[in-house]
């Protein structure tokens, strides 16, 4: 009978795959498809996390995953050796009128139960002790004891992709791995967590403290939520700030545009106003125009980046963005941008090309028209935000 390691190398071969490109298109890390391979099972944190990958591997071989967990879990019994007592019979009998003895002890336990536990309760007549009450704990139910059938690697700072009921999404955090996993899709979809246990529907957002420190460490959103087919579209991302809990929010309002002159000939201005955001840097013209214009934003992304943005006070979006992929968006007169890495970030606005800023930076930045008193134009303004 082939092992593990055969069938699974076997199947890829044939395939013509790569464990590279396995591992892009699994999510599961090179190291672990690796170990698998080699059956290297000492290589993982835990049973759980290794049967999850192998049974996502061998799906994704087109392998039948319970036939590679019944090959994994009697290759484990076959290693294990038999204990000593079980290969030498160094039983003893038991000494005559031992069974009477423990006949004995066991009518004695039950009097000294029946004593204390029933005798306050129907004879002392109190009250408060009319029942035995029975007082239930519930134990909450550790991810690692749920029923996982597969489990994704959380690598970089996005994950989003289709999960179904009883898979799991591996987080590594501080060295360690914490398991978040679907339990249930129903009406409310049921997380399980290290810390708990979490409801949420479709378009609900939350932040999660997976080592319980009281801070949260990765975002979740449930984009949509399938019954039927028992299936969810969940975003996790590890863009989480404490000043807002539940929400990524941009620091600092949009100053007010400035507006054209009055009949005095004087200009509001914002500096020095109460609630105007501080700035690193000074605001960047981009162009000047007798009037106010709609303009483009585009946008090529050199790397991951997480981009929200708010054109217009009307479109509000947040997308994360592939190394390559390319943005456009037709603004009437504003725009908001708050970007998670401003070096993956190459933008033009009508073809002038506009900083962001640098490599693993968080920005955000507004776009705005404002009127100039002095020049008697409108200019089109990067305003840092903070």
């Keep these: 009978m082939e092992s593990i390691s055969q069938k699974l190398v076997t199947a890829r071969e044939s395939l013509g795959y790569s464990i590279e490109q396995i591992a892009r298109e699994t999510n599961i890390a090179k ?10 099972f000492d290589a993982f944190p835990g049973e759980t996390y290794l049967l999850g990958f192998l049974r996502n591997y061998s799906e994704y071989l087109g392998l039948d995953p319970e036939e590679m967990i019944s090959l994994y879990r009697n ?10 007592e079980e290969l030498l019979d160094t039983r003893k009998p038991l000494p005559k009128g031992l069974p009477a003895v423990i006949i004995i002890l066991i009518v004695l336990g039950l009097a000294a139960a029946g004593y204390f536990y029933v005798y306050p309760n129907f004879i002392a007549g109190r009250p408060d002790n009319e029942r035995v009450r029975v007082q239930e704990t ?14 994704y690697e959380f690598s970089d700072e996005v994950l989003e992709k289709r999960f179904r009921k009883d898979d799991a999404v591996s987080i590594g955090l501080n060295g360690d791995k914490y398991l978040v996993v679907i339990a249930d899709i129903a009406e409310s979809v049921k997380f399980v967590h290290p810390q708990g ?3 949420m529907k479709a378009g609900d957002e939350a932040m999660i403290d997976l080592d319980g420190d009281e801070s949260a460490d990765v975002r979740m959103l449930l984009r949509t939520s399938d019954p039927d087919n ?10 989480v700030q404490s000043s807002a809990p539940g929400k990524i929010e941009v620091a600092g ?27 690193a840097v000074d605001p960047v013209i981009i162009r000047e125009a007798d009037t ?19 054109a217009d006070s009307t479109i509000r979006e ?47 930045r507004s776009l705005q028209w404002a009127y100039n008193t002095d020049s008697s134009k409108y200019e089109l303004k990067m305003i840092p935000l903070y």
Excluded at 138 to 151: D, Q, R, S, Y
Excluded at 320 to 335: A, G, I, Q
């Design 197 to 199: 246990e979490l409801l």
């Design 138 to 151: 519930a134990e909450e139910t550790p991810a690692e004891k749920l029923n996982i059938k597969n489990t």
């Design 253 to 279: 309002e949009v100053p007010e545009a400035a507006v054209p002159p009055s009949n005095t000939g004087t200009g509001a201005s914002t500096a020095g106003r109460p609630g105007a955001p501080s700035r």
């Design 318 to 364: 947040e997308r994360y963005f592939h190394k390559s992929e390319t943005f456009r968006l037709d603004v009437n007169s504003s725009v908001r941008l708050w970007a998670s890495n401003a070096g993956a970030l190459s933008a033009k606005v009508n073809g002038v090309d506009i900083d962001l800023g640098g490599s693993g930076e968080i920005t955000a």
């Design 31 to 40: 190291s672990y498809l690796t170990a698998l391979e080699a059956e290297n």
């Design 230 to 239: 028992s299936s969810i579209v969940l975003h996790v991302d590890r863009f």
């Design 75 to 84: 290759m484990i019994i076959q290693e294990q050796p038999a204990p000593i």
């Design 292 to 310: 106010m214009e709609s303009f483009t934003l585009n946008i090529i992304f050199r790397g991951y980046c997480l981009l929200r943005y708010d």
